[in-house]
């Protein structure tokens, strides 16, 4: 994901380039291009988890239609907590504070949360993974293990998302690591 911060920090004009030569203005500008690059991954990050939530609703819906609602109560719960875990990836503080700002994130911060950020993209693709197999458990006994899972990854991502609020406040939390 590093590729978004470099296509950031390239496509900056002429006037910020010149700028940079300023004694202290490129740290600014490289800092205020990486708060740009850690908004832009968590959108991507809440939009590839949004289409996980929708596709579990059309899963939710066909599980009605198909008569087997025991279930729909079950795939509620990672809904749920998708849906949470969307909500708090839009809205989280962006990588960077302001110079009045009671929490300050500096350089190192941001390059953590940004290497953070990044790995909930892995977390998308295992979550695609677990509702394509809901998909396929459909009529099986396997159903209620492929719910279960997907659940659990819901989890998961909101624990770790819980991790970057620390990281943030200054604890030690290593960036979480895609399993």
Do not use: C
């Amino acid at each position: 994901m590093s590729d978004l911060f470099q296509k950031i920090t390239d496509s900056r004009n002429l006037l910020e380039k010149i700028g940079a030569m300023i004694p202290g203005f490129k740290g600014y500008v490289e800092r205020n291009a990486r708060r740009d690059a850690d908004k832009m991954l968590r959108e991507t990050v809440a939009t590839r988890f949004e289409q996980q939530w929708s596709r579990v609703s059309e899963l939710q819906r066909q599980m009605i239609a198909d008569g087997t609602i025991e279930s729909v109560d079950t795939l509620e719960a990672a809904a749920v907590k998708l849906r949470t875990f969307i909500d708090r990836v839009r809205t989280a503080p962006y990588g960077y504070a302001g110079f009045f700002d009671a929490v300050k994130v500096n350089e190192p911060e941001l390059v953590r949360l940004y290497q953070f950020d990044a790995a909930l993209l892995d977390r998308a693709v295992q979550l695609a993974a677990a509702v394509d197999n809901v998909a396929a458990s459909f009529g099986t006994d396997g159903l209620p293990a492929a719910i279960r899972n997907v659940t659990t990854l819901a989890q998961d991502a909101l624990d770790a998302f819980q991790l970057r609020s620390e990281l943030i406040l200054g604890s030690d939390t290593p960036a979480p690591a895609s399993q």
